[in-house]
Structure formats: C-alpha cells, structure tokens
C-alpha cells in the first residue's frame, strides 16, 4: 500500500492550524517531516504516531535538529575593489 504523503497545506489543514505553526514546529524540529528539493512533505503515519506520542522518529528527529541549511554570505569584494558601474540607460 502506498504511503501518504501531505504537504504544509494539507497538514497545516489536518491539524486545524495555520501553515507558520507546521513551519515554526518543523525549525523547532518538533514534528516529523522531510524535504524534497525546497519543500516540506509529510508521512501520514508519521504524523498520527507522532499526535498520538508527541515524539518524532529517532532518524527524523535527527534530521530536524540539524541546522536548517542557510543562504551562501556573499563573497566580499578585495579591499579598494571598487563596485562595477552599471551601463548608463538609454532613451
């Protein structure tokens, strides 16, 4: 039988709160869930365990406490670089 799988909306749905709330307790890594690309998906099963204990999965609680992957810093530019002009617009 194939799993179900729920989105942030879906879940957000299920659970009677708003989608903030499934994001607030995924960065707390309270709830039980895992990502595909840029996106949060959740095991139905996952979740009825996790309502029914309060705990998440070893493995998943593993992933969530993980710190959340952060943007690149931007590289800085060598000291006296100065910042490349841009073309001037024409009419």
């Not at 299920?14 to 595909?36: A, C, D, E, Q, W």
């Not at 810093?73 to 910042?83: L, V």
């Amino acid at each position: 039988m194939a799993k179900r799988i729920l989105t942030v909306s879906e879940l957000a749905d299920h659970l009677s709160v708003h989608r903030i709330t499934i994001y607030r307790l995924l960065k707390s890594g309270s709830i039980p869930g895992f990502k595909i690309g840029r996106v949060w998906r959740f095991e139905f099963d996952q979740i009825s365990t996790w309502m029914t204990t309060g705990i998440p999965p070893l493995e998943i609680q593993a992933a969530a406490s993980a710190e959340v992957t952060k943007p690149r810093p931007r590289e800085k530019r060598p000291e006296g670089a100065m910042k490349p002009k841009k073309p001037p617009r024409g009419n």
